[in-house]
């Protein structure tokens, strides 16, 4: 696989800036869930960098368990407005107090859907926490309780999210060259 320098236009938002939000954002968290159940549900697999580094930053005791989800049109990142779970929880989430991970809100169909699914098990209370809200995408309303940052309109990768599976690994937010890749649409 080519250096990933051959699809960046410019970085987003560094690595330094990310940390520094991460923290707040862990700080306010253990602010509002001081002596509740937390825990929290990451989405495999662009929610992994943030959850693990959202969770140092977290100062209450916690929990954490994972799905996978995939949407109807594999590879295409419009959803339809329905996801198929691909791995489901570990444990069940009844009377707790679930903070839902997310790397990216976009159009909000996934998130809206993982929403429906997750309330019919019946959490004491379930709120979102994303990284990246592409506010100006937004096609379905959804919740957002905790927001890292709003971006604009542009597709991004690093920190958990890819191109084509790749440059998950690195610690910055990135946008791409649209010249060297095409988004799936
Ligand atoms: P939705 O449109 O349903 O809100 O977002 C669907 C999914 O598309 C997100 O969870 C994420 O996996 C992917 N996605 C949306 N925007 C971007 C982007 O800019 N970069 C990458 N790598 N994935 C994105």
């Given at each position: 696989m080519r250096d990933y320098r051959e699809f960046l236009?410019?970085?987003?938002?560094?690595e330094d800036t990310l940390q520094e939000r991460i923290a707040a954002l862990g700080a306010e968290i253990s602010r509002e869930y001081q002596g509740k159940s937390l825990h929290l549900i990451c989405i495999l697999r662009g929610g992994v960098m943030f959850l693990t580094d959202l969770m140092r930053q977290i100062s209450i005791p916690h929990t954490i368990d994972f799905m996978a989800i995939s949407s109807y049109?594999?590879?295409?990142?419009?959803?339809?407005g329905q996801v198929r779970l691909t791995m489901d929880l570990k444990?069940?989430?009844?009377g707790r107090d679930v903070l839902l991970v997310e790397d990216i809100v976009d159009s909000g169909y996934t998130l809206s859907s993982i929403l429906e699914l997750l309330t019919l098990r019946k959490p004491a209370s379930l709120k979102v926490c994303t990284l990246?809200?592409?506010?100006?995408?937004?096609?379905v309303d959804v919740p957002i309780d905790y927001c890292g940052f709003v971006i604009p309109n542009a597709f991004v990768f690093g920190y958990g999210l890819d191109l084509d599976e790749y440059?998950?690994?690195?610690?910055f937010i990135g946008i791409v060259n649209p010249e060297r890749f095409q988004p799936p649409e």
């Open positions: 236009k410019e970085t987003l938002i560094d049109g594999a590879g295409s990142r419009r959803s339809s444990d069940d989430i009844g990246l809200d592409k506010a100006e995408r937004r096609e440059y998950r690994d690195l610690p």
